[in-house]
């Protein structure tokens, strides 16, 4: 069973979607979800880094989570949504195809990731993996999507 830092026995989780694939982050770590405005591309990013925004007068990140997780680019449609965070003090917008829903997870229904996939180097932002009565559900650690150097440019 994976701990993931529960004060009682449920999480509440906003569940999205990157392609056909269900993902899940803890409310907790979620400042807010808005719908994508004009990004301004930052020279010499990292792929996955879309570019900024201007939220409220706080310049924030924009991570393209397709590309960071290696997955094939889409186009932004009126689906796509912005997942807001804070990370060390930085404002971080994580741009996913579309958000879903808000659930309740009970902590016995969250498992461990199997070793086979704890082995490589993209699962160091997961924490496991939420069984909902629809289907499992991918969980993501927000404060793991951007490694230290990876934080230059915001």
Known sequence: MLQMGFQNSTIQVVIFNLGNERYGVETSQVKEIIRVEEITAIPNAPEFIEGVINLRGQITTIINLRKRFGMEPKPIDNDTRIIVFEHNGSTIGMMVDTVTEVKYLAKENVDELPSM?????????LRGVG?????LLILIDLEKILSEE???VS
């Open 117 to 125: 996939i704890t082995s490589r180097t993209e699962s160091k932002f």
């Open 150 to 152: 990876e934080l230059f």
């Open 131 to 135: 069984k909902l009565p629809d289907g």
